[in-house]
């Protein structure tokens, strides 16, 4: 990508009040973008803004915050939206209410999770099926508070009820301060590809900023992305779990600077310090989990990794766990091992609601 065209793209964007720098924003996606997580890729660098994990609006008390913790943020995670999903526009918006006392910057609202067990409830993007009780909701939403709120849909439920036009433009008239359309709909859930076109269409129907998300893998496809549809920023989900320096990356091609490539060092430091991370606020079985599942995800790109994922996959303590990455990666720091990159197995998330990367 020539280095006129990356300097011309745009580098920021407006929620209400707020400038978001840089316009690369790490997708919500369920089990995985809790505070650890968040805070890992904040502090690798080149990303603007972060979305927690969706909450249920009936699972937003004190009581239930105590159980689930997914509402839990530290002031290093500015700006932070909080992401809420519901059918009951009184309820979603009372919850919103409640969510803005706990002063997140943003709060975002699903309407594209495809998840059976959120549609199932009327949640996510069965509302794309009821635009009348969606546009009742984001209004409900807007009168009960005060800070930016947005929405995150999809394309419509199937190719036959294509609705996404439609959905943003209620949205900007319902005082969203900004949209972001996955390109898919709930059918393929995560299957096919993502149609960025309908991306495009989108930012011409709006005056409002428009986010694109969807198979964005690589730091070239972010920043064509920008270029090819004329959106206001771009989401990025899986590819974060796989390559968590990947927004760094994204803000050096911009810049013209060569692009950090993650060292066998970088890649076992990082997963220790991670289950590090998880091991301070949660017990050892979780945090144990926690590894595990980012490890399934992330690119080591080395001879023999999926051993490593197994091995790990088998622990059962987390000093366990970490002996084994030490002693996979070893080889290859020490040069006993030549740390020639190999094409990953890596595998693809399919269960759970990954509002990020896919709805």
């Given amino acids: 990508m020539p280095d006129t065209l990356t300097q011309a793209l745009p580098e920021s964007f407006q929620l209400g009040s707020m400038r978001i720098f840089p316009n690369m924003v790490l997708a919500p996606m369920a089990g995985v973008t809790d505070s650890v997580f968040r805070r890992l890729v904040l502090s690798l660098g080149g990303c603007g803004l972060v979305v927690s994990e969706m909450t249920n609006a009936a699972s937003v008390s004190p009581k239930a915050m105590k159980r689930h913790r997914l509402l839990d943020y530290l002031p290093e995670e500015r700006p ?23 002063g997140p910057d943003v709060i975002d609202i699903n309407c594209g999770c495809p998840s059976p067990k959120v549609t199932g409830g009327g949640h996510g993007s069965a509302l794309l099926k009821d635009l009348p009780k969606m546009q009742q909701m984001l209004k409900a939403v807007y009168a009960a508070i005060k800070i930016p709120f947005t929405l995150k849909f999809r394309a419509g439920w199937d190719e036959q009820t294509l609705n996404y036009i439609d959905t943003a433009k209620i949205a900007e008239d319902a005082g969203c301060a900004a949209i972001t359309l996955h390109p898919r709909t709930k059918v393929q859930g995560y299957s096919g590809d993502a149609d960025w076109s309908r991306v495009a269409e989108v930012v011409q129907a709006v005056s ?22 004329g959106v206001a920023a771009v989401m990025i989900g899986r590819a974060a779990m796989a390559n968590p320096w990947i ?13 950090f490539v993650p060292t066998p060092s970088d890649k076992r430091d990082l997963l220790v310090r991670y289950v590090d991370m998880c091991a301070e606020t949660m017990v050892e079985r979780q945090a144990l989990g926690k590894l595990k599942q980012l490890i399934g995800q992330f690119s080591i790109g080395l001879y023999a990794s999926n051993q490593l994922r197994r091995d790990v ?36 998330i399919k269960e759970g609601c990954e509002n990020g990367a896919n709805n």
């Avoid at 900023?209 to 549809?229: C, K």
């Avoid at 927004?247 to 060569?258: C, D, K, S, V």
């Fill in 313 to 348: 996959q088998r622990a059962n303590e987390i000093e366990a766990a970490k002996t084994i990455i030490h002693g996979f990666f070893e080889p290859f720091i020490s040069g006993a091992v030549e740390a020639v990159e190999v094409p990953d197995e890596i595998a693809v």
């Fill in 247 to 259: 927004f760094r990356q994204i803000a050096q091609l911009r810049t013209g600077q060569a692009m």
């Fill in 80 to 102: 932070i939206s909080i992401q809420l999903s519901g059918n009951d526009p009184d309820l979603v918006a009372t919850a919103a209410r409640f969510v803005e006392e706990l």
């Fill in 208 to 229: 409002i900023p428009v986010i694109g998300s969807g198979d964005v893998r690589t730091p070239a496809e972010a920043l064509a992305r920008l270029e090819q549809t």
